[in-house]
Every structure is written in C-alpha cells, then in structure tokens.
C-alpha cells in the first residue's frame, strides 16, 4: 500500500487548501471489500502527530474538535484518492499534513492514535500566515 499527499502550500488565514492523497494497493471500492479506515493527521514543529478526521469504508466521517466545521474528508472512488478540504484557515492549522490508512476498521474516535494506522504518506507541508 502507497500513499501519496499533495496540495499543501501556504495561504493566508481565512483562506482555504485542498489535499489529495492518492492511494495503490488496495481499492476503495473493491467489490465486497469495505474494512478498512482513512485518516488525516497533521504534525507541528515540535509537536506530537495529531488525528484530523477519519473516514471507514463504509460509515460516518469522523473529525477533531479542533477541525469540525472547517475540515471535510471526501474520497473519489473512481479516482482511490482521499481529500480534506480545510476552509476558514488559522494559523495554528499550520503543519506538515499526513495521510493515513488501516487494512482494518476505523478506531473509536474518542481514543485514536497514530499507531492505530500502519500505512502512511510522506506528508504536504500546509502554513497559514496570520
């Protein structure tokens, strides 16, 4: 399993970025194959790797308090690729941003760990200037 992120850059608060993370080896829409779980993670310099929001196979959308309302995870099954959308920018949104995904089901949001993900991307650098 590959992921690869793009679309990070920088942008002033308030403004908006969309990442993309495409992913092989394994379908999004593989016929009958629906366990497994997406996720966005994001890490600031000096600081622990922090869960986004969070997307099954099949089931809700889950996101950090910190993102709700701004964030949102899509996926384009056509295209196995992962998106978060991030609106109304702050400048503490401001981190190298992680894809993530486990051959498994989604974790309980309350608890989600980066360990909880196995596959991983190399990460898009996002900066929000004040």
């Known amino acids: 399993v590959q992921l690869v992120e793009s679309g990070g850059g920088s942008v002033q608060a308030g403004g908006s970025l969309k990442l993309s993370c495409v992913v092989s080896?394994?379908?999004?829409?593989?016929?009958?194959?629906?366990?497994?779980?997406m996720g966005w993670f994001r890490q600031a310099p000096d600081k622990y790797r922090d869960w986004v929001g969070m997307?099954?196979?099949?089931?809700?959308?889950v996101y950090a308090d910190t993102v709700k309302g701004r964030f949102t995870i899509s996926k384009d099954n056509a295209k196995n690729t992962l998106y978060l959308q991030m609106n109304t920018l702050k400048p503490e949104d401001t981190a190298m941003y992680y894809c993530?995904?486990?051959?498994?089901?989604?974790?309980?949001?309350?608890?989600?760990?980066?360990?909880?993900?196995?596959?991983w991307g190399q990460g898009t650098q996002v900066t929000v200037s004040s």
């Open positions: 993530a995904a486990s051959l498994s089901w989604c974790p309980a949001y309350e608890t989600v760990t980066e360990s909880d993900f196995f596959y």
């Open positions: 080896g394994f379908g999004f829409s593989d016929r009958g194959y629906s366990r497994y779980c």
């Open positions: 997307v099954p196979g099949l089931g809700t959308t």
